[in-house]
């Protein structure tokens, strides 16, 4: 497996134009934000159904589908690991949130496919493919890759 540097500096190669970087800060994290409203809003009933209990917050596909990808962090590093799983819990607490205004799957699939058309112009400026063509798993390290940005 690839070390986090190898990812981070293989993602580089397509990411150095500003505004393809800028676009990335905004739509990245609005792509995991929208895939995680997505997963949230596909029905569950597993816990009302066996013990009669329901919450939204734990009970959904998105934490099942969050506890997976989150090996992959764990696997990369434990600090990418802390800060992935602190992104999943806001996203999941934001999502919830924003259920509140309407259709989750609507909003969500809105985000997603907006945040999706910014990706592509913004490798359309860059003249670049975006990396996950190459391979999938730079859709996990996207995200990872704006917050190490961030933090700098």
Request: net charge positive.
């Amino acid at each position: 497996m690839k070390t986090a540097q190898q990812w981070f500096d293989e993602y580089a190669i397509s990411h150095q134009n500003k505004t393809n970087i800028t676009i990335h800060f905004i739509c990245v994290p609005a792509i995991f934000f929208s895939v995680i409203g997505l997963l949230m809003s596909i029905p569950t009933t597993l816990l009302e159904n066996t013990f009669g209990l329901y919450n939204p917050l734990i009970e959904n596909w998105a934490t099942v589908v969050i506890a997976f990808v989150l090996i992959f962090y764990l696997r990369l590093g434990f600090w990418y690991f802390i800060n992935m799983l602190l992104v999943s819990l806001l996203s999941i607490i934001g999502n919830y949130w924003l259920s509140g205004f309407g259709n989750l799957a609507i909003i969500s699939f809105v985000i997603f496919v907006v945040a999706w058309i910014g990706q592509f112009y913004g490798h359309k400026v860059e003249g670049k493919k975006p990396s996950f063509i190459k391979d999938l798993q730079f859709l996990l390290i996207g995200p990872l890759w704006v917050l190490k940005k961030i933090g700098k």
